[in-house]
């Protein structure tokens, strides 16, 4: 492979990874469903317990346990652990979907943040990567992975040509 060519793949590669949330979904309420909770309005904090589903618009995540934070009645962040924590969402202007997996997922709803921890893998498309903590900005079209994501493994990705 000639110098051009590998610079070209190592720019790609440097590149932030490009995956947009569908836009609408910040705009909708936030469903969850779960086998038991445990509501405490004192501290706002709620407990949910088996087989956990969040939803809001096109946006899923599935997990073994999910611990919701609310001030002043309003959503702040959602903890999320399973044995891994699922998460999906519709792309703008695509059918794909954003998909990603870890073991502990925390999202703050304000500013549409969602970390992925512990064996973590975002897939956009045939394009993904993977690391021991990726942040995923929602609204931002944002991803960072490995030492950008203050994570301490390095980001093993796969990038597919675009079909024409």
């Known amino acids: 492979m000639c110098w051009i060519n590998r610079c070209l793949v190592l720019l790609l590669a440097l590149l932030p990874f490009t995956a947009w949330g569908l836009t609408s979904d910040q705009d909708m309420p936030i469903y969850v469903e779960a086998d038991s909770v445990d509501i405490d309005d004192q501290s706002g904090v709620s407990v949910y317990l088996g087989n956990v ?65 512990d064996d973590a893998e975002l897939i956009q498309g045939l394009d993904n990567f993977s690391s021991d903590r990726i942040t995923y900005f929602r609204n931002r079209s944002l991803v960072k992975a490995g030492a950008s994501a203050k994570g301490k493994e390095r980001v093993r990705s796969v990038i597919n040509p675009k079909d024409e």
């Open 53 to 117: 589903q969040v939803t809001q618009g096109t946006m899923h995540l599935l997990a073994d346990k999910v611990t919701v934070y609310r001030v002043e009645k309003k959503t702040e962040r959602i903890v999320a652990v399973g044995k891994p924590v699922r998460y999906r969402q519709q792309m703008d202007n695509s059918t794909d979907e954003v998909k990603g997996r870890a073991l502990m997922m925390e999202y703050f709803v304000t500013d549409e943040r969602l970390y992925l921890i």
